[in-house]
C-alpha cells in the first residue's frame, strides 16, 4: 500500500470509546477521520462536544448515511449493541472495511447472541465471517477480513492472561476463574444513578455475579485457545475509579512439577514479539495506572505458597486496549499498515 492517506469513518462518536478513538486518530499519520456520526449531536461541532479535540479536528457530527460513509476506507462502529447489525451488510456490499466496536459481531453463534442480548441478531450469516479481532490469536485472519469484532474490554485483559496457558495445556480447563474490576468508563457516557461519584464513590462493589454478557465471549475464546471445552467463573466488580481494567485469573496447574520459572519463561517466548504484551518479571503487581492512556496489556504470575494454583494478574486500559486502541491496532492490520502505528504512546503517569 502505498503512502496516500486513508479514509476513516466513526459510527457513534458521542460516547467515551469515540471520542478514545478520535484522540488515537486525529495523530495518526496514515488516515484522515473523514465522518463521525450521531443522531443527537447532528450539526454540532466535534471539538464543542469535546473541548480536548480542539485543534486536532474540524468536523461535525452528522447523521449515519450508508451513501457517504461507503466513500471511506474503513468504517468503525462505538455504538451500543444492534447499531452496528443494520448497517454493516450494505457497507460490506460498498467494498468498505468494518471494525465494531459493540458486541454484534464477537460471537460466532447466533442463538447464543440472542439469547444473552434479547433480541434476533439482524444479519447472522455474517456471524461466521466476521474474524474476532485479538491480533493475538488472529493476526494474519484480521489482515484479511472485511469484518472484525473488536472484543470487550474484560475478554481482552481476561483472554490474554490465560492464552499460553490453554494453548499448552498447562492447566486444567474446567475450573478457570476470573475476579476483575474495570473502572467507571467502561458503562459508557451516560448519566446512570449507580455512576453517581456519590454512589460509587468510596466503594466497591461486584456486579453481575450470576451471569454477565461478556461470559460466553470469554469461553469462546478460551475454547479456541484449548481446542476442546472449557468452564469459566467470571465476576465483575465496579472499581471507584474512571479507566483500568484489573483480572485476577486463577487456574490449576495439571503438572504440579512445573515451577513458576519455567512458566514464567513460557510467557515471556510466547509473547516475545507482541508489540502490546508485557510480561513483567515474575512476582510482580501491575497497576491500572501502568498502562492508562496506553495499548499495552501488563501481565504477572505468583504461584501462592508454591502450591497447584497459578494465579495471572492482567491489566489494560479498558478505553485504549479494551476497545478503541485495539480497534486501531486492527485497522492498522486490515488496511496494511505497520501494527504499531498511531499507538507507539507509552502510559500516562501519574
Known amino acids: 500500500m502505498g503512502a496516500s492517506t486513508l479514509r476513516v469513518g466513526i459510527v457513534g462518536g458521542t460516547g467515551y470509546t469515540g471520542v478514545e478513538l478520535l484522540r488515537l486518530l486525529v495523530t495518526h499519520p496514515r488516515v484522515e477521520v473523514a465522518i463521525i456520526t450521531s443522531r443527537g449531536e447532528e450539526g454540532t461541532p466535534v471539538a464543542d462536544l469535546f473541548p480536548s479535540l480542539r485543534g486536532h479536528l474540524d468536523l461535525s457530527f452528522t447523521a449515519p448515511d450508508v451513501r457517504e460513509l461507503a466513500k471511506c476506507d474503513l468504517v468503525f462502529f462505538a455504538t451500543p449493541h444492534n447499531v452496528a447489525m ?14 465494531d466496536l459493540s458486541a454484534d459481531f464477537r460471537l460466532r453463534d447466533a442463538k447464543l447472541w440472542s439469547q444473552w442480548y434479547g433480541e434476533p441478531h439482524a444479519c447472522p450469516e455474517l456471524l461466521e465471517e466476521s474474524v474476532y479481532g485479538l491480533p493475538e490469536m488472529n493476526r494474519e485472519r484480521i489482515r484479511e477480513a472485511r469484518l472484525v469484532g473488536c472484543p470487550g474490554c474484560y475478554p481482552t485483559a481476561i483472554q490474554l492472561g490465560f492464552l499460553p496457558l490453554l494453548e499448552q495445556g498447562l492447566v486444567e480447563p474446567d475450573g478457570l476463574i476470573a475476579s476483575a474490576g474495570s473502572g467507571a468508563s467502561g458503562a459508557g457516557r451516560q448519566a446512570k444513578t449507580a455512576l453517581l461519584m456519590a454512589e460509587a464513590g468510596e466503594s466497591f462493589k461486584a456486579y453481575g455475579a450470576s451471569g454477565h454478557r461478556h461470559l460466553p465471549e470469554i469461553e469462546q475464546g478460551l475454547v479456541d ?17 474512571v479507566r483500568g481494567i484489573h483480572a485476577t485469573l ?10 513458576l520459572e519455567a512458566l514464567q519463561q513460557h510467557y515471556e517466548e510466547r509473547f516475545a514479539g507482541e508489540a502490546f504484551v508485557d510480561v513483567m518479571p515474575a512476582g510482580s503487581h501491575p497497576e491500572t495506572r501502568f498502562v492508562k492512556g496506553s495499548n499495552h496489556c501488563r501481565l504477572a504470575l505468583h504461584r501462592p505458597a508454591g502450591r497447584d494454583t497459578l494465579v495471572v494478574l492482567s491489566v489494560i486500559d479498558n478505553l485504549t486496549r479494551g476497545a478503541s486502541g485495539q480497534a486501531v491496532q486492527n485497522m492498522n492490520l486490515m488496511l496494511g499498515l505497520p501494527e504499531q502505528t498511531g499507538l507507539e504512546g507509552a502510559a500516562l503517569m501519574p
Open 86 to 99: 443494520a448497517m454493516v451488510p450494505e457497507l460490506l456490499e460498498a467494498g468498505v472495511r468494518v471494525v
Open 225 to 241: 485457545m484449548a481446542g476442546g471445552p472449557v468452564s469459566l467463573t467470571f465476576v465483575p466488580h465496579l472499581v471507584p475509579m
Open 250 to 259: 486463577f487456574s490449576t496447574l495439571r503438572d504440579s512439577s512445573l515451577s
